[in-house]
């Protein structure tokens, strides 16, 4: 198939077998997420720390926590049992990129395993520019971002604050870093030829009238898809500082920003917000088959 129109050739090449890009390949392809990075360096107004990142996945979702070498294990044990896995990805619970030890040595030891299997991770962004050259010498081929705002004085208002270069640092400064290091990631990574999504999260009264300018930057520097995601309101997520009682946009709202971005936006409309530990065919999750207690101790 030629994908979709707004997609250059190049790129449709490398993503036709990805489950979550193509919407013919997710009928064929299948996909796992391990939950091996617990820590964040950011706080989220809308993130509670004891569930997923509520940046990838939906809300009240809690994943079971892996060690490097248990993520191993259970990737051989899905691959053994699914014959379409094809990607594995690292999207929490917490910051891929900020738990970097453990998500590289997640993704060395499946790829020698493993050596055909294609690897993602997820990200805040914040601590992504530090591990450029390792995610090109991995063959990491998707990396998605999540930058919610481009302005700091709206930054501000998702983010009460961000941990950098051992400090805490609030307001205008933590939104400018976070936004800085942000479109700087996404930079390096595409200049590298690495696929880059960028997720927003939408707020309605924070960041739907800003949408169309956050598609426009992260377009200009190269994302090849931008998926809006709506925040899924939830009392035990978003109850941090000013958003407290926050709602959801409706399906509407929703649907107006991603037409306001218009055509040729590289929209990504089928992202069903997965879980941290989600396996099997977009659409469905087997990993309750694939706990650890239901893995064998060893694998050949
Ligand atoms: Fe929570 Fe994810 Fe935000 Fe970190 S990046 S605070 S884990 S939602
Ligand atoms: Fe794909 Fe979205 Fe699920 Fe990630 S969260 S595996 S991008 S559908």
């Known amino acids: 198939s030629a994908g979709p129109a707004d997609m250059d050739p190049k790129t449709w090449a490398k993503v036709k077998d990805h489950p979550c890009y193509s919407e013919e390949a997710h009928h064929y392809f299948a996909r796992m997420h391990v939950a091996v990075a617990p820590a964040c360096n950011i706080q989220c107004n809308y993130c509670n720390r004891k569930y997923d990142c509520a940046n990838e996945s939906r809300p009240g979702v809690v994943s079971e926590r892996l060690t490097p070498e248990q993520a191993a294990r259970k990737v051989l044990a899905v691959a053994a049992e699914v014959p379409q896995l094809s990607v594995l990805g690292i999207a929490g619970p917490?910051?891929?990129?900020?738990?970097?030890?453990?998500?590289?040595?997640?993704?060395?030891?499946?790829?020698?395993?493993?050596?055909?299997?294609?690897?993602?991770?997820?990200?805040?962004?914040?601590?992504?520019?530090?591990?450029?050259?390792?995610?090109?010498?991995?063959?990491?081929?998707?990396?998605?971002?999540?930058?919610?705002?481009?302005?700091?004085?709206?930054?501000?208002?998702?983010?009460?604050?961000?941990?950098?270069?051992?400090?805490?640092?609030?307001?205008?400064?933590?939104?400018?870093?976070?936004?800085?290091?942000?479109?700087?990631?996404?930079?390096?990574?595409t200049e590298r030829d690495v696929l880059v999504k960028v997720n927003s999260v939408l707020i309605p009264g924070i960041n739907d009238d800003h949408m169309v300018e956050v598609n426009k930057a992260v377009k200009e520097r190269g994302a090849f898809l931008h998926n809006i995601m709506p925040l899924i309101s939830d009392p035990a997520h978003g109850t941090h500082f000013g958003l407290t009682g926050q709602r959801g946009p409706t399906a509407a709202e929703l649907k107006k920003v991603q037409d306001d971005c218009g055509d040729g936006a590289n929209l990504m409309r089928h992202c069903r917000q997965?879980?941290?530990?989600?396996?099997?065919l977009l659409g469905e999750d087997r990993g309750q088959e694939f706990t650890l207690d239901k893995l064998p101790e060893v694998i050949e």
Not at 160 to 178: C, D, S
Not at 274 to 280: E, I, L, N, Q, W
Request: proline share 4%.
């Open 94 to 189: 917490g910051d891929a990129a900020y738990d970097w030890r453990r998500t590289k040595a997640t993704f060395d030891l499946v790829s020698e395993q493993l050596p055909d299997i294609k690897l993602c991770l997820s990200s805040n962004g914040l601590a992504l520019p530090d591990h450029i050259d390792e995610i090109v010498e991995m063959n990491i081929d998707h990396v998605t971002i999540t930058i919610s705002a481009i302005y700091p004085e709206i930054g501000a208002r998702i983010y009460p604050w961000i941990f950098y270069q051992g400090k805490r640092r609030t307001g205008l400064e933590a939104a400018t870093i976070l936004r800085d290091r942000q479109l700087q990631a996404l930079e390096m990574l």
């Open 274 to 280: 997965c879980r941290a530990d989600a396996v099997g």
